[in-house]
């Protein structure tokens, strides 16, 4: 059967003065079509490092990732990214940002299907009326939603959120988690979204990835999230399965994240007989 | 009083009168202060300096001399008047008299006045500047984006960019003559040669501040260039270029005053017609006035690049995205109320 996303093995190793620095080891994981998951772990445990070599912004240095059983090594049109920052050009208007990543879709159109796309994607996470607008006009909340818009609009099959609610205070962080639950249940894309939110994780996600802390990172744990859809946040914070769920998370970061570890020669040797 | 106190009671500051100074007061009215004591100073000092020219001019010698400019300049525009409507009666006379008889227009072959001479050096160093601009923009890009590059680069401009324009001058003035020949030039040879010498001289702030400009794009919105897949061209167009553009405009800032200030010296060697050759001319011209019309020309120097800066310093602040908020007034209202 081939798997729409895995990580097989995924390793990265980056080189420093005193030694080469494994941070993320032997990670491996298969990713459902469709599929909302969540990767939760200690902040700086190497996360985000998973999902910028799944963007194809790094290369891993062992294993990899396989889309549809090819490898893929570079950015891909099936892939979009939204960043912890809203990273929009600040010299574009937000609906010239969005426009700027219609045009890039897999399949060529026309200049006004891709504006139709732009204004599609832009009502869709509700930021059309600010559409003319400059990012340094709009707050944070605002620009992080119209960085959104831009990703759909690329039209990708992966959408990939590295912390995109983290800068956010957190009603706005409230408001948009909805917000990408919405646009998630209406187009079907199958999300991978790093975090280190235990209730964002649990709110979202059908499958929450926890990472062990790094040097050497890796999958330690993987929860269901067993709450029915569509959620609603009332709904899921009186389920009696959440706080199950949320003390087993709490638990594994506490306890189990941090693991004594052999030397960084030990992983080295060990990821190499991985491959 | 011990030498001490005295030093202390010397060093003590002036703040309180100062700060009881109305801004608009210390704005204006200082600089105006240090102005009249400038040029009292130098009323007093010059005439105690004797040259073979005579006594060093004294402010009111400068200002006679810059009314005796605008004089010659309107009373050269005035004969060039002339000239033209002496040419139209006797055109329309032999006209009335002959009507298939041949017409002759000729142009005015007046000395060129102090104004024609700034507009002369104007368009010298727009031209050069203009062409340094067109080489150290692309060269700047390419710098700031590949490391490789710019490791190649650099030696040149750490090399090039402290040579005075003078050395430049010789090497210059014998390519212009060796490769630009023509029997009808469109540009006379010191023209092309003070302009070249201009490029060469204000090319590095450009290439520099560009370079630094465009490798000190964030890291993010490179990012996004590269998950959007965005190709070169749009990448350079959409974001580098934008990005950069603060920094480009500070380079040319710099270029254009470095330009402005070797231009006076390019002119004087190369003998262009300009402010660089007035002064040369004047200085061995000799007369009585030549040292006055010399400090005019000095001051009009000083207040043209002045006033090229900060027409400069406008479009810099025009081009800055960082400063497009703030030209907004309503900009912070529209902040809290844009999450809406």
């Known amino acids: 059967m081939i798997v729409p996303l895995e990580l097989t093995c995924l390793t990265k190793v980056f080189p420093t003065p005193s030694g080469p620095f494994i941070a993320v080891k032997d990670v491996n994981a298969m990713i459902d079509a469709g599929e909302f998951v969540a990767v939760l772990g200690h902040s700086g445990c190497g996360k985000s490092t998973v999902l910028s070599i799944i963007a194809g912004l790094q290369r891993a240095t062992y294993g990899g990732v396989v889309i549809d059983g090819t490898e893929a090594t570079e950015p891909g049109a099936e892939r979009a990214v939204v960043f912890q920052s809203p990273c929009l050009l600040p010299w574009l208007t937000a609906r010239q940002n969005v426009l700027l990543a219609a045009a890039q879709r897999a399949t060529r159109h026309s200049r006004r299907e891709n504006a139709a796309t732009a204004d599609r994607y832009l009502e869709m996470v509700g930021v059309a009326d600010i559409a003319q607008q400059l990012p340094a006009e709009l707050s944070l909340g605002t620009q992080q939603c119209v960085s959104l818009a831009r990703a759909l609009s690329v039209e990708p099959r992966f959408l990939l959120l590295d912390e995109p609610f983290s800068m956010l205070d957190s009603l706005t962080r409230f408001e948009l988690q909805d917000t990408l639950l919405r646009v998630w249940e209406e187009s079907g894309k199958t999300v991978v979204m790093v975090t280190h939110d235990i209730d964002e994780g649990l709110y979202l996600a059908d499958r929450l990835i926890l990472m062990t802390d790094g040097p050497g990172a890796t999958v330690g744990d993987v929860l269901q999230v067993p709450f029915a859809r569509p959620r609603n946040r009332a709904a899921v914070l009186a389920h009696p399965q959440y706080h199950v769920c949320r003390r087993h998370v709490i638990d594994f970061l506490e306890h189990h994240a941090h693991q004594s570890r052999p030397s960084a020669l030990d992983d080295l040797l060990e990821s190499l007989s991985c491959g | 009083m011990s ?338």
């Open chain 2, 3 to 340: 030498s001490l106190a005295l030093m202390r009671r010397l060093w003590r500051p002036q703040a309180p009168t100062v700060r009881h100074l109305p801004e608009l007061g210390r704005a204006v009215g200082i600089p105006l202060l240090t102005i009249l004591v400038f040029l009292f100073a130098w009323s007093q000092v010059a005439p105690s300096i004797d040259t073979s020219l005579g006594q060093i001019p004294g402010p009111m010698a400068v200002w006679q001399q810059t009314q005796n400019l605008w004089a010659e300049h309107q009373a050269e525009r005035g004969r060039a008047a002339a000239f033209y409507a002496r040419e139209a009666q006797r055109n329309a006379e032999r006209l009335a008299q002959d009507p298939t008889a041949a017409i002759t227009t000729l142009t005015y072959t007046g000395r060129p006045t102090y104004v024609d001479q700034i507009v002369m050096s104007l368009m010298t160093l727009f031209t050069g500047f203009v062409l340094a601009s067109l080489v150290a923009i692309p060269l700047g890009i390419v710098c700031g984006l590949s490391t490789t590059v710019n490791a190649g680069i650099n030696p040149f401009i750490q090399i090039f960019r402290p040579v005075s324009p003078l050395a430049w001058l010789p090497i210059v003035t014998m390519m212009v003559s060796a490769t630009y020949v023509s029997d009808d030039p469109m540009f006379a040879k010191s023209f092309i040669t003070s302009a070249i010498i201009v490029s060469i001289c204000s090319l590095w702030p450009t290439v520099i501040n560009t370079a630094m400009g465009v490798s000190s794009i964030d890291r993010d919105l490179m990012n996004v260039a590269k998950v959007l897949r965005l190709n070169w061209t749009t990448t350079l167009i959409k974001v580098v270029i934008p990005a950069s553009l603060p920094q480009i405009f500070t380079g040319l800032r710099v270029s254009l005053g470095v330009g402005w200030m070797v231009l006076i010296a390019a002119e004087m060697l190369a003998q262009h017609p300009g402010l660089g050759k007035f002064v040369w001319d004047e200085f061995q011209n000799g007369s009585s006035d030549s040292l006055g019309r010399i400090m005019v020309a000095v001051f009009t120097a000083g207040i043209i690049g002045f006033l090229l800066d900060r027409m400069m310093m406008r479009v810099h602040r025009l081009v800055d995205y960082r400063a497009a908020c703030g030209r907004q007034s309503d900009c912070r209202l529209r902040l809290q109320s844009g999450r809406s």
